[in-house]
């Protein structure tokens, strides 16, 4: 069964500093791999996604890595600013697809 | 645009009311799910349908009913709600197919409180 666990659970940093948040799944048999958004309460706003074939993806301040080999995939957000926080979920595609997979989330507190 | 609209946003009702919310999708996604969202839980499915007439339990459905008549709708029914029904929910399209590139879209979601 697919799994996908993110950390750290939480994160808090000063504005401007570069991030690296973590997705990690134990079945590499996907067709991709999205990250989204999350205000509270708010509905979910796709990022980025990486098709399992793509190495990475990159989105103004945004950029997504995947190594599906080793289950892994990062997004990094540079010069980060309050607008950021939000709560960071990855989502899987697996093969035999009648369901992604999420990770617990990230939230992310940017402080001004 | 492409999207996937919910409908109500926000409802508060009484233990036992039939209720219903409505998804629709302008994608012509024959994949479609419903999602609930709790605190410490994560996102969980609840149904979901690969195409016209054709759908399935998820990991949560006791409690709900849904029904596939059109491709682009996908209405969620909760028959006699309770308290425990209480969440977040969110619905999801996506195309069925092995194109790495077809991503997922959700709804805005409905804060559902049942008291």
């Known amino acids: 069964k697919q799994e996908v666990t993110q950390i750290p659970a939480a994160l808090s940093v000063p504005e401007g500093e570069n991030l690296v948040l973590n997705c990690s799944f134990t079945d590499s048999a996907i067709y991709n791999l999205q990250w989204f958004r999350q205000d509270p309460g708010k509905g979910l706003t796709s990022l980025l996604l990486i098709q399992s074939s793509q190495r990475e993806q990159t989105s103004g301040r945004l950029n997504a890595s995947l190594d599906k080999s080793s289950g892994r995939s990062t997004l990094y957000i540079a010069a980060s600013q309050p607008g950021d926080s939000a709560t960071y979920l990855c989502?899987?595609?697996?093969?035999?697809?009648?369901?992604?997979?999420f990770g617990s989330g990230t939230k992310l507190n940017v402080k001004p | 645009e492409a999207q996937v609209t919910q409908n109500p946003r926000y409802l508060i009702t009484v233990t036992g009311k039939k209720l219903t919310v409505t998804c629709s999708q302008n994608m012509n996604h024959e994949y479609m799910s419903w999602y609930r969202q709790d605190p410490g839980l994560g996102l969980r499915q609840i149904y979901y349908?690969?195409?016209?007439?054709?759908?399935d339990k998820g990991d949560v459905p006791e409690g709900y009913k849904v029904s596939r008549k059109e491709k682009r709708n996908f209405p969620l029914i909760l028959e006699s709600p309770s308290p425990n029904q209480t969440s977040l929910y969110f619905c999801?399209?996506?195309?069925?197919?092995?194109?790495?590139?077809?991503?997922?879209?959700f709804g805005q979601g409905t804060r559902l409180t049942v008291v």
């Open positions: 349908s690969m195409n016209v007439e054709v759908t």
């Open positions: 999801a399209s996506s195309p069925y197919n092995g194109d790495q590139g077809t991503e997922a879209f």
């Open positions: 989502a899987v595609k697996p093969y035999n697809f009648n369901k992604f997979y």
